[in-house]
């Protein structure tokens, strides 16, 4: 396999997690009898462009598809940091009824429904119908396609060039980098600005992140590789800055490359950090396989130990990093009986691979466990205030990424 972007060999491998299935590919009970697919997930790094990427082997329509179960609204704390972000945007770059701002990875109109309240004119672009749906009885108008150097030039002959472009958790996710990126380029109007937000790689390392490891996640970015993209096809980065979003994040603003906005001095101070922290050299890159291998095994002693004293367990969050940690420890419903998730969508689903059931947070009330393992840690703060109750018989909440922490 040839890096994504550059071209090089890729020979360094960062993560090998085995061969799970896709993350968001929850079964029905019907599906429990039929045969799984699973895919490799091995990551690997490029010592040219320091690009790191998922091997070649699922596509995106597999991935992707008409019944796709994330939905961004689900998250109350997601929905406070997209209306922050569309006020400050909004204000930063003047944007009025007279502007056009587009959304790739739309989802179901968590963003772009803060512009409709505002009369800003937007579209939405998203390839999955069930969130599309979503956006559109918000009064979203929506393109269900793949977005790409094809589709920006549709839209540019139809006059639809964009002074705001918002890639929210999509750079990561697109297979062909070269091609989108390309695509940002046609589809920003002069003197428009581009915005990326993303898992940042710096702070994945750091923490012990790799259940940000999935199919679905073809790049795992750095503001080193991304400038490097940008700039290779006629893209400049003007600012940066860093997010508490998803276990730290990027934004990442960007522009022509003729444009005459100049660079913050936030890029060179992230561009620094990443290179004081050893994203430029292999051996960084080479120690995250034991920091995983132990985190899963401490992860799996503590719930061997814990169903050996009696206690009752129960996880929170039928989220794709979650099953990214189940399926690489191994773990079934005879340690996790069940996974309880706000998202209806889930609800009465399995998770692919452990094939623990969802069911709905009322199950928590019902049962009382002693432990409730919450999977995305990201939101913690959310789901513990959400769910304080089940201090009143004993209950703890678990993390295990970085480390056990209870709570």
Not at 336 to 349: E, F, H, N
Request: net charge negative; glycine share 6%; proline share 6%.
């Amino acid at each position: 396999m040839n890096c994504r972007h550059c071209h090089t060999p890729l020979v360094h491998v960062f993560l090998d997690l085995g061969s799970p299935p896709p993350s968001n590919a929850y079964l029905t009970e019907a599906q429990l009898e039929k045969p799984e697919t699973h895919y490799p997930l091995k990551i690997y790094v490029c010592d040219e462009c320091w690009l790191v990427q998922t091997q070649d082997f699922a596509s995106a329509d597999s991935l992707f598809d008409p019944d796709y179960a994330y939905f961004s609204s689900i998250s109350a704390s997601w929905l406070a940091h997209a209306k922050n972000y569309c006020e400050m945007i909004t204000k930063k770059l003047a944007l009025d009824k007279n502007s056009l701002v587009v959304e790739i990875a739309s989802n179901d109109g968590y963003l772009l429904r803060n512009f409709v309240a505002a009369g800003i004119p937007c579209l939405g672009i998203e390839p999955t119908d069930s969130t599309a749906q979503a956006a559109e009885k918000l009064g979203i108008p929506v393109l269900r396609k793949f977005f790409g150097g094809a589709l920006a030039s549709e839209l540019r002959e139809q006059g639809k060039q964009a002074d705001l472009i918002i890639c929210n958790n999509v750079f990561a996710h697109v297979p062909d980098i070269n091609d989108f990126t390309v695509g940002l380029k046609s589809l920003l109007k002069p003197g428009g600005t581009v915005t990326l937000e993303f898992p940042h790689l710096m702070q994945m390392i750091a923490g012990g992140q790799f259940d940000t490891v999935y199919h679905e996640h073809f790049s795992y970015l750095t503001l080193c590789a991304v400038r490097r993209i940008f700039e290779s096809v006629g893209l400049k980065v003007i600012d940066a800055e860093e997010l508490s979003t998803h276990g730290g994040s990027l934004r990442v603003y960007g522009c022509h490359a003729e444009d005459k906005r100049p660079e913050s001095p936030g890029v060179e101070n992230i561009l620094r950090a990443e290179e004081m922290r050893g994203l430029k050299q292999i051996s960084t890159y080479e120690q995250f396989q034991s920091t995983t291998e132990e985190i899963k095994n401490n992860f799996l002693t503590f719930l061997v130990k814990s169903k050996e004293e009696g206690k009752k367990i129960a996880a929170y969050g039928a989220a794709a990093k979650g099953n990214t940690l189940l399926n690489f420890a191994g773990i079934k419903p005879d340690l996790i009986p069940y996974v309880c998730d706000a998202a209806p969508s889930k609800q009465g689903k399995f998770m692919p691979g452990s094939h623990i059931p969802i069911v709905a947070p009322v199950a928590l009330r019902e049962r009382k466990p002693d432990i409730v393992v919450i999977l995305p840690w990201n939101i913690l703060d959310e789901v513990v205030e959400q769910h304080s109750y089940i201090r009143e018989w004993g209950g703890q909440f678990v993390t295990a990424i970085p480390t056990l922490r209870f709570f």
